[in-house]
T-cell receptor, first 112, second 117 residues
Framework: QQQVKQSPQSLIVQKGGISIINCAYE??????FPWYQQFPGKGPALLIA?????SEKKEGRFTISFNKSAKQFSLHIMDSQPGDSATYFC???????????FGTGTRLTVIP | GAGVSQSPSNKVTEKGKDVELRCDPI?????LYWYRQSLGQGLEFLIY????????KSGLPSDRFSAERTGGSVSTLTIQRTQQEDSAVYLC???????????????FGEGSRLTVL
């Protein structure tokens, strides 16, 4: 059973556009929501993360929006660049736990 | 090395053979994780080690899968009697335990790509 549901599976965006990836969860015990970025042939790396006590977190061109009541969170990439082309995974972690439950990933392609 | 090291990077084996995949975590990281990445399936949690505590094996898909961590450092994931559906990239990650201001960020290796013919 997928603990974190992610969409879309793939996304093509024009350079300079906004990329939006969505995730949803059911377990209210989750208290930490990171996004990982993975380039081909590499392992995933932490991009940005949020805790449920805030509704938004921004780091440069990357923003997480969090809706606790809807149990949804999303990643927005502003001014998308070809170098952002990668697979993005959302994830969630339960309070007191260490392992992460990952979504199925979104392959983002930014075309020049 | 500075990062998580995994070996082999690629492994091709025949159905029914046993395979061992190795992970060398970042020095000082007490937590170690194994994940499996299959096409369209995302990252599937397999097993988690934390210090000297009993490992969390809740993600292992069958009793053909096992893992050990010797001396709190290097870990080996063993798959016995491999099946074609075991073909995937096996990723290892390590971290400090989460708590307080520490987010428990996972640092991943580049993975071991397993192909079962």
């Amino acid at each position: 059973q997928q603990q974190v549901k992610q969409s879309p599976q793939s996304l093509i965006v024009q350079k300079g556009g906004i990329s939006i990836i969505n995730c949803a969860y059911e377990n209210t015990a989750f208290d930490y929501f990171p996004w990982y970025q993975q380039f081909p042939g590499k392992g995933p790396a932490l991009l940005i993360a949020i805790r449920p006590d805030v509704s938004e977190k921004k780091e440069g061109r990357f923003t997480i929006s969090f809706n606790k009541s809807a149990k949804q969170f999303s990643l927005h990439i502003m001014d998308s660049q070809p170098g952002d082309s990668a697979t993005y995974f959302c994830a969630a972690r339960r309070t007191g736990a260490n392992n992460l439950f990952f979504g199925t990933g979104t392959r983002l392609t930014v075309i020049p | 090395g500075a990062g998580v090291s995994q070996s082999p990077s690629n492994k091709v084996t025949e159905k029914g053979k046993d395979v061992e995949l190795r992970c060398d975590p970042i020095s000082g990281h007490t937590a170690l994780y194994w994940y499996r990445q299959s096409l369209g399936q995302g990252l599937e949690f397999l097993i988690y080690f934390q210090g000297n505590s009993a490992p969390d094996k809740s993600g292992l898909p069958s009793d053909r899968f096992s893992a050990e961590r010797t001396g709190g450092s290097v870990s080996t994931l063993t798959i016995q009697r491999t099946q074609q559906e075991d073909s995937a990239v096996y990723l290892c990650a390590s971290s400090f335990p989460s708590g307080g201001a520490d987010t428990g960020e996972l640092f991943f290796g580049e993975g071991s790509r397993l192909t079962v013919l």
